[in-house]
T-cell receptor, first 113, second 114 residues
């Protein structure tokens, strides 16, 4: 069965202290790995899509990378406004559970000034 | 371009009642998916609609149902509400279904069952 595991569950950083969030996955026929950011009481906000091992994408202080078994979300010199829950999701083959999007439990990031 | 809109934003219902939630996708998007988010279970997939047809369904009881209209707007219905149905219900839209693509989420409907 397809599965997504995110670690750590919670991460507290000081402003400017770079770190990485991990997303480990098992899926048949990966058709995309997605990163979202979710603020309290709001819907998830799309950040990145990665399709194949070795692919990298960047947006401001965030950089997402993908291997065959996991993805990392690197946060460089974070600011307090980066505080949020970061969600990872995978979509497998349409022949495997219909290709539905499967989410991890998320990493709650807190950045203190 | 306007984002995904969901109505109502907040709802309080009593056990045994039924509820209908509405979702309007981003203009031009034809696929709508619904998710339930709770602190314990996280984001769980309910169902996906494309061109008025249900394309995929999650592991939820038959009390949860949905439909999509010709203008791509979607509704989901929960009958015979239970306390455990209290959750944030999220709708997401995308341009196409059946291939890998980004989904854009609405703000959600917070349902509280008492």
């Amino acid at each position: 069965e397809d599965q997504v595991t995110q670690s750590p569950e919670a991460l507290r950083l000081q402003e400017g202290e770079s770190s990485s969030l991990n997303c480990s996955y098992t899926v048949s026929g990966l058709r995309g790995l997605f990163w979202y950011r979710q603020d309290p009481g709001k819907g998830p906000e799309f950040l990145f899509t990665l399709y194949s091992a070795g692919e990298e994408k960047e947006k401001e202080r965030l950089k997402a990378t993908l291997t065959k078994k996991e993805s990392f979300l690197h946060i460089t010199a974070p600011k307090p406004e980066d505080s949020a829950t970061y969600l990872c999701a995978v979509r497998g083959s349409i022949y495997n559970q219909g290709g539905k999007l499967i989410f991890g439990q998320g990493t709650e990031l807190s950045v203190k000034p | 371009k306007a984002g995904v809109t969901q109505t109502p934003r907040y709802l309080i219902k009593t056990r045994g009642q039924q509820v209908t939630l509405s979702c309007s996708p981003i203009s031009g998007h034809r696929s709508v998916s619904w998710y339930q988010q709770t602190p314990g279970q996280g984001l769980q997939f309910l169902f996906e609609y494309f061109s008025e047809t249900q394309r995929n369904k999650g592991n939820f009881p038959g009390r949860f149902s949905g439909r999509q209209f010709s203008n791509s707007r979607s509704e989901m219905n929960v009958s015979t509400l239970e306390l455990g149905d209290s959750a944030l219900y999220l709708c997401a839209s995308s341009g196409l279904a059946g291939i890998s693509y980004e989904q854009y989420f609405g703000p959600g409907t917070r349902l509280t069952v008492t």
